[in-house]
């Protein structure tokens, strides 16, 4: 009779292990502010931007070879950094670096369109930044976009654009289910697809105005029809 006890409290115990919920490691860890790290993404994002613009200042000095050579200085320089940063840290959400920080993150891996590799690294973790609101929902089509361009495939929310050099106005690139597409950018806050081409447009003609005046006789924009 004992014995039989005894084999039914060892199988009871058994079972109840099965069943108990282990340490998956997904538990999110507390995250302290860090200064210092948002600090260096906004003088990195700074430097960014003048090399993502036209060319400006002193920069406008430089031919188009020592220009291009800037650039890519620039983005590929910062990328090594952000890989460093990723490698530790994950994709830098609010709670690390505050809404700017983030968005500064987001930006810089952007521009780093020759690795997609690593772009896609990012977008996989910032999906899980996305669903703890801790990033933003934009940005992350932004990079959706960026990265389906850069691996071959048609985006989905229609931020990437390129332009009509005859008349300025911006268009998308390949762009999947474009019937749609309206629905799919209110879902991640991003306004309608023509109000957007709209403002893309207008920076493009400002950007290139003395081509579309002098070359093109072109005095204002093309714009889309909003309902």
Same mark, same amino acid.
């Given at each position: ?14 079972? %109840?292990?099965?069943?108990? $919920?282990? +340490? ?11 200064? #210092? ?14 090399? #993502? ?18 650039? +890519?200085?620039? *983005? ?11 490698? &530790?840290?994950? *994709?830098? /959400? ?6 700017? /920080?983030?968005?500064? *993150? ?5 521009? %780093? ?21 801790? #990033? +933003? $929902? ?12 850069? &691996? ?15 008349? /300025? ?7 999947? +289910? %474009? ?7 209110? %879902?991640?806050?991003?306004? $309608?697809?023509? #109000? ?8 493009? *003609? ?18 889309? $029809?909003?309902?």
């Amino acid at each position: 009779m004992n014995k039989t006890l005894n084999l039914i409290c060892i199988v009871l115990i058994m079972l %109840s292990c099965k069943d108990t $919920p282990k +340490d998956t490691g997904l538990i999110k860890k507390e995250v302290v502010f860090n200064q #210092a790290l948002a600090d260096e993404l906004s003088k990195m994002a700074e430097l960014d931007q003048v090399a #993502a613009y036209i060319p400006q200042g002193k920069h406008k000095e430089l031919s188009e070879n020592s220009w291009n050579t800037f650039k +890519d200085s620039v *983005f590929t320089t910062h990328e090594k950094r952000l890989q460093e940063i990723f490698n &530790t840290h994950g *994709f830098t /959400g609010y709670d690390l670096v505050g809404k700017e /920080g983030a968005t500064n *993150f987001w930006l810089m891996v952007q521009h %780093s369109d020759h690795n997609p590799e690593f772009q896609t690294k990012v977008l996989k973790q910032m999906k899980i930044e996305i669903e703890n609101n801790n #990033a +933003d $929902p934009s940005d992350y089509g932004l990079l959706v976009d960026r990265v389906l361009l850069n &691996t071959g495939k048609a985006q989905v929310y229609g931020t990437q654009v390129t332009y009509n050099m005859n008349t /300025g106005q911006a268009y998308p690139k390949p762009l999947s +289910d %474009s019937i749609n597409v309206n629905e799919r950018r209110k %879902s991640i806050h991003l306004e $309608p697809l023509e #109000a957007y081409l709209n403002t893309m447009t207008e920076m493009h *003609f400002e950007m290139n105005k003395d081509y579309y005046l002098k070359d093109k006789g072109i005095l204002e924009p093309k714009l889309y $029809p909003i309902e």
